[in-house]
């Protein structure tokens, strides 16, 4: 994370966390990594890959590298590489992805694209409300 010998942070490995007893309103712009164990209400872009954990919930759409769900996520969802819905999760949205991975016990309702990793993605969600 910190590099020492030339005194910078290299925000590609930072991690962003929103704890349970927190409540984010209004879009998020997370430049390294994010995990979300409170409330977001409000798009999340930039990120280089998103967690919802089990108590998560987010109502907005979430752009990033990678996104995995284990809470619930109302909006949808972008992203260049990967999107997992695991057990118990709840997805109400739309997907965009080269890969999607959903574990038995996951819920989505909405419909996927799965599409090379070649568009930027948070040009994707820009001007897009939460469904």
Known sequence: MFDAKEGRFDSNESMTLIGEEAYVHGQLAAKGSLRVEGSVEG?????????IGKKGRVKGNVAAETVS????LEGDVVASRTVE???QARLHGNVRAPNLRVEDGA???GTCTMRGGDEPVAASVK???AA
């Open 85 to 87: 819905i695991l057990a």
């Open 107 to 109: 819920f989505f309702e």
């Open 69 to 72: 769900i284990a809470g619930e």
């Open 127 to 129: 001007g897009r409300n």
């Open 43 to 51: 798009d999340i872009t930039d990120a280089v890959s998103v967690e």
